[in-house]
């Protein structure tokens, strides 16, 4: 149902949006870097379409938009990578100033042209011809992206494919080249990922994006999916291992901790349980200012409290086991945690996570006792804090006495036992079976593994 | 009296209701079977206009003959100049038609259903870069993952020029 209010609203949001008025920081930031609205600014608290020149407002506006593109607190997913709220990372806004001066709102241009620069003597001004105006604010945020790009002496070339295959100047050869339509996707991208901009506008620049990487470029993107495990150890020292023969070290952490990799962030657990959980982005430097919640609920706790954290996983449902107590998100509606108590159903120590299917992007989680006997569980519903659970299996015991962590990227399964080895292992029916892999660096002392997919582009 | 018209009153209104539920579920849903008859049977159009586009695409209640033959036409387009107006309407254009793919698919419930309905896009479709997309997403399905997600995660890696 969703999907059709989206595709309803698609042109009323435009509207809308468009028509919004444009407070005074933001319009005040504008014209600290495009001194030709300055003389719009006054005493108001927003500026609306009349109280500006029809046109600049709606330069403004696409510059608002630009902007806003890069949040100053990027608004994480609060609730631990289980509800998806994703965020433009990147500094589109300081790339457009840093090139950009000025605009020239042109009356007549070349038929059919809607904006265009001079790349080498244009003194980064920007010509906006008549049609630029009849375009909605993305389109025009997208196209002032696009021309920026020609300041850095890009240029396009002739198409060799797609629906305009032979037109001179209307492709450029390759996505990862970062020419003036590689710009025009990011952005595109970096606008379907805001929290700017409506779902409907969302939905059309999503779909702009994929018509024009998949159009502009001669040798057409190809997506890969490159899956990776990060193994952390007790010096603190994180590697990134391929899954095959490279292990790349990445850092070495100032405080050994464990490692889970949620949504696009990393969440660490620092190994001393005085210091406080935090968040950082893929690089496992750059801190994000909320560590999830989670990490809030662990960082409250007195040190006693903390001691009392068994088991904690990002993947499938997640979860976090305390005192034999399960908390997670289920209602990702209200981001509330659900705290269900297990004595009932046995006593629980760990959190093991086994791939649904061969992609290994859904997980389906189970607690294990000291035993080794396996307890599912699930959320009921996204809208509430109702847990299901399983039937008690006893049959994989012996096999996972001295597992701590189990969990699976790609179409394979891993585990850390009880020395720090990583090992492989292989579920047929009710057996398991397991080897040590022969890493190309030292296989010990890890104290957490973390599965990495990362989609990219060529 | 009273409560018989309250009665009565009630059940026009919930009447209505359901019947307006059951219109919309017949023009929401179909036979796979006529829908796969149809597919096969489908002739692209060679070209579409932007405002018929806009038309099937905006409209919650379009078919999936509708989506297809959105999806598999051609383009109109003629524009040389790659920054001008007629370009960009190109560009909306196309976007509409990824819009009408994904729509497409996503009435798909199995994935027999996606695959099957990706390869005759592929092999009808008169927009090269449709087929291009559809080839993509249908790898996308095969390794189980969601082509669009990816698509914005991917390029979302890409680091911006300095």
């Given at each position: 149902?969703?999907r059709y209010?989206?595709v309803?609203?698609?042109?009323?949001?435009?509207?809308?949006?468009?028509?919004?008025?444009?407070?005074?920081?933001?319009?005040?930031?504008?014209?600290?870097?495009?001194?030709?609205?300055?003389?719009?600014?006054?005493?108001?608290?927003?500026?609306?379409?009349?109280?500006?020149?029809?046109?600049?407002?709606?330069?403004?506006?696409?510059?608002?938009?630009?902007?806003?593109?890069?949040?100053?607190?990027?608004?994480?997913?609060?609730?631990?990578?289980?509800?998806?709220?994703?965020?433009?990372?990147?500094?589109?806004?300081?790339?457009?100033?840093?090139?950009?001066?000025?605009?020239?709102?042109?009356?007549?241009?070349?038929?059919?042209?809607?904006?265009?620069?001079?790349?080498?003597?244009?003194?980064?001004?920007?010509?906006?011809?008549?049609?630029?105006?009849?375009?909605?604010?993305?389109?025009?945020?997208?196209?002032?992206?696009?021309?920026?790009?020609?300041?850095?002496?890009?240029?396009?070339?002739r198409c060799t494919q797609g629906n305009e295959k032979g037109n001179?100047?209307a492709c450029d050869s390759k996505i990862?080249?970062?020419?003036?339509y590689?710009?025009?996707v990011?952005?595109l991208v970096?606008?379907a990922?805001?929290?700017?901009?409506?779902?409907?506008?969302?939905a059309m620049v999503e779909a702009e994006a994929v018509y024009m990487a998949f159009n502009k470029f001669n040798q057409v993107p190809e997506l890969k999916i490159?899956?990776?495990?990060?193994?952390?150890?007790?010096?603190?020292?994180?590697?990134?291992?391929?899954?095959?023969?490279?292990?790349?070290?990445?850092?070495?952490?100032?405080?050994?901790?464990?490692?889970?990799?949620?949504?696009?962030?990393?969440?660490?657990?620092?190994?001393?349980?005085?210091?406080?959980?935090?968040?950082?982005?893929?690089?496992?430097?750059?801190?994000?200012?909320?560590?999830?919640?989670?990490?809030?609920?662990?960082?409250?706790?007195?040190?006693?409290?903390?001691?009392?954290?068994?088991?904690?996983?990002?993947?499938?449902?997640?979860?976090?086991?305390?005192?034999?107590?399960?908390?997670?998100?289920?209602?990702?509606?209200?981001?509330?945690?659900?705290?269900?108590?297990?004595?009932?159903?046995?006593?629980?120590?760990?959190?093991?996570?086994?791939?649904?299917n061969s992609s290994?992007r859904?997980?389906?989680?189970?607690?294990?006792?000291?035993?080794?006997?396996?307890?599912?569980?699930?959320?009921?519903?996204?809208?509430?804090?109702?847990?299901?659970?399983?039937?008690?299996?006893?049959?994989?015991?012996?096999?996972?006495?001295?597992?701590?962590?189990?969990?699976?990227?790609?179409?394979?399964?891993?585990?850390?036992?009880?020395?720090?080895?990583?090992?492989?292992?292989?579920?047929?029916?009710?057996?398991?079976?397991?080897?040590?892999?022969?890493?190309?660096?030292?296989?010990?002392?890890?104290?957490?593994?973390?599965?990495?997919?990362?989609p990219e582009v060529f | 009296?009273?409560?018989?018209?309250?009665?009565?009153?009630?059940?026009?209104?919930?009447?209505?209701?359901?019947?307006?539920?059951?219109?919309?579920?017949?023009t929401l849903t179909h036979s796979p079977k006529k829908f796969q008859k149809e597919l096969q049977a489908s002739v692209p159009r060679p070209n579409i206009s932007l405002k018929e586009i806009k038309k099937v695409v905006t409209n919650s209640e379009a078919t999936k003959e509708e989506l297809l033959d959105i999806t598999i036409a051609g383009q109109d387009y003629d524009e040389?100049?790659p920054?001008?107006?007629k370009a960009?309407q190109a560009q909306k254009q196309g976007a509409f038609k990824v819009i009408a793919l994904k729509r497409l698919i996503e009435t798909e419930k199995n994935i027999e259903g996606k695959l099957q309905t990706l390869n005759h896009v592929i092999m009808t479709a008169k927009d090269p870069t449709i087929q291009r997309v559809a080839q993509s997403y249908r790898e996308s399905l095969k390794n189980g993952r969601s082509f669009f997600r990816d698509f914005k995660q991917a390029v979302?890696?890409?680091?911006?020029?300095?």
């Amino acid at each position: 149902m969703k999907r059709y209010i989206v595709v309803i609203t698609i042109f009323l949001s435009c509207l809308v949006s468009a028509n919004e008025c444009i407070p005074k920081k933001d319009l005040s930031e504008i014209a600290n870097h495009f001194s030709q609205f300055n003389k719009y600014l006054s005493n108001k608290d927003s500026y609306c379409e009349k109280d500006m020149d029809e046109q600049w407002f709606k330069i403004a506006k696409s510059l608002q938009l630009l902007k806003n593109l890069t949040p100053n607190e990027p608004q994480v997913d609060q609730q631990d990578g289980f509800t998806y709220k994703a965020i433009s990372e990147n500094n589109w806004w300081s790339y457009f100033t840093n090139r950009a001066r000025k605009f020239s709102v042109k009356s007549r241009c070349q038929t059919g042209v809607v904006a265009y620069v001079r790349p080498f003597f244009g003194g980064g001004k920007i010509h906006l011809c008549p049609f630029f105006f009849d375009f909605n604010t993305s389109s025009q945020a997208s196209t002032m992206m696009h021309e920026v790009r020609h300041f850095d002496g890009h240029s396009h070339t002739r198409c060799t494919q797609g629906n305009e295959k032979g037109n001179s100047g209307a492709c450029d050869s390759k996505i990862t080249n970062k020419g003036s339509y590689a710009i025009s996707v990011q952005t595109l991208v970096g606008m379907a990922r805001s929290s700017e901009i409506s779902e409907a506008e969302k939905a059309m620049v999503e779909a702009e994006a994929v018509y024009m990487a998949f159009n502009k470029f001669n040798q057409v993107p190809e997506l890969k999916i490159n899956t990776s495990l990060l193994l952390s150890n007790g010096n603190g020292e994180v590697y990134n291992w391929d899954l095959e023969q490279k292990a790349d070290y990445v850092l070495t952490m100032n405080n050994p901790a464990k490692v889970y990799a949620s949504a696009n962030y990393m969440t660490i657990y620092p190994e001393d349980r005085n210091l406080d959980a935090y968040r950082t982005s893929g690089d496992l430097v750059t801190r994000i200012e909320k560590a999830g919640l989670f990490a809030e609920t662990y960082n409250d706790e007195t040190l006693s409290e903390r001691d009392k954290y068994q088991a904690i996983t990002y993947l499938g449902n997640g979860g976090m086991l305390k005192d034999n107590n399960l908390i997670l998100i289920c209602d990702r509606m209200g981001g509330k945690l659900s705290n269900v108590n297990l004595d009932d159903k046995g006593q629980f120590n760990r959190i093991i996570s086994i791939a649904k299917n061969s992609s290994g992007r859904e997980h389906q989680n189970f607690l294990v006792s000291e035993a080794g006997e396996l307890l599912s569980y699930n959320c009921a519903s996204i809208s509430s804090t109702k847990v299901n659970f399983g039937q008690v299996n006893k049959s994989l015991s012996s096999d996972l006495a001295d597992i701590t962590q189990l969990l699976s990227s790609g179409d394979k399964t891993y585990a850390l036992n009880e020395s720090g080895e990583l090992i492989s292992v292989d579920t047929k029916g009710n057996k398991i079976s397991r080897s040590i892999i022969n890493l190309p660096i030292e296989n010990r002392d890890w104290i957490s593994i973390a599965p990495i997919t990362k989609p990219e582009v060529f | 009296m009273k409560k018989v018209t309250t009665f009565l009153l009630l059940g026009i209104v919930v009447g209505v209701i359901v019947g307006l539920f059951a219109k919309k579920e017949q023009t929401l849903t179909h036979s796979p079977k006529k829908f796969q008859k149809e597919l096969q049977a489908s002739v692209p159009r060679p070209n579409i206009s932007l405002k018929e586009i806009k038309k099937v695409v905006t409209n919650s209640e379009a078919t999936k003959e509708e989506l297809l033959d959105i999806t598999i036409a051609g383009q109109d387009y003629d524009e040389q100049d790659p920054h001008s107006f007629k370009a960009i309407q190109a560009q909306k254009q196309g976007a509409f038609k990824v819009i009408a793919l994904k729509r497409l698919i996503e009435t798909e419930k199995n994935i027999e259903g996606k695959l099957q309905t990706l390869n005759h896009v592929i092999m009808t479709a008169k927009d090269p870069t449709i087929q291009r997309v559809a080839q993509s997403y249908r790898e996308s399905l095969k390794n189980g993952r969601s082509f669009f997600r990816d698509f914005k995660q991917a390029v979302g890696n890409l680091p911006i020029p300095n």
